[in-house]
């Protein structure tokens, strides 16, 4: 959770221990990545997703020792503190998008994958930051803010705006609906059909 009053604790408590972690941004969207890799089953991707979010090489030998729960616990503690916003009971999939809550169901507008060369560009011209210099020292946290205090104008929020507009109805709207068509199915997300309206 983003908060002006304290500074990140990047430490977690796991059975007794604590662990030092690296949530830069970079290393984050490293970890959603490995999560979503197909090319592996969960029992291999768990010791190297506990293994990647720890800084101290230390810890990290230890993680080769642990028993695959052990590890999956410890990935799971992550996760719950530091990739879900509790105050909007915000739950997230393995690549940090958020998903929908129980409450409500909007749908995901984004993805970091995809999306990586909209939300760079967007970076440089709202905050001259770059993002490929700073994915070790971008905070995660940080990082998350920012993108969501991206303004209008900017690629990212135009590509946003183009995958929510409603598509226009009535008489003598038919070249604006054919024109937003087009550039939803240019900006679609993979695996997203863009719905034909009659």
């Not at 990047?10 to 662990?19: A, P, R, S, Y």
């Not at 052990?70 to 916003?85: G, T």
């Not at 169901?105 to 440089?124: G, L, R, V, W």
């Amino acid at each position: 959770m983003f908060s002006l009053n304290y500074k990140t604790d990047d430490t977690i408590t796991v059975g007794g221990e604590q662990f030092s972690l690296d949530l830069s941004f970079g290393t984050v969207l490293r970890f959603f990545e490995l999560m979503e890799d197909s090319g592996l089953e969960d029992w291999q991707k768990i010791p190297i997703a506990a293994g990647l979010l720890l800084t101290n090489d230390e810890d990290a030998s230890k993680v080769d020792d642990w028993e695959l729960i052990k590890a999956y616990e410890f990935v799971q503690a992550i996760s719950d503190k530091f990739f879900r916003d509790g105050d909007k009971e915000e739950r997230v999939d393995r690549l940090g998008n958020v998903l929908p809550s129980s409450k409500s169901t909007p749908e995901q507008n984004y993805c970091f994958k995809h999306d990586a060369e909209y939300i760079y560009a967007s970076f440089m011209q709202a905050y001259r930051i770059d993002l490929i210099e700073e994915r070790k020292t971008l905070h995660w946290v940080k990082f998350k803010a920012l993108l969501n205090g991206l303004p209008d104008g900017t690629k990212f929020r135009e590509v946003l705006g183009i995958r929510t507009r409603e598509l226009p109805t009535g008489k003598g709207t038919e070249k604006e609906r054919k024109n937003l068509k087009e550039l939803k199915k240019h900006y679609a997300l993979p695996g997203k059909e863009v719905e034909e309206y009659e």
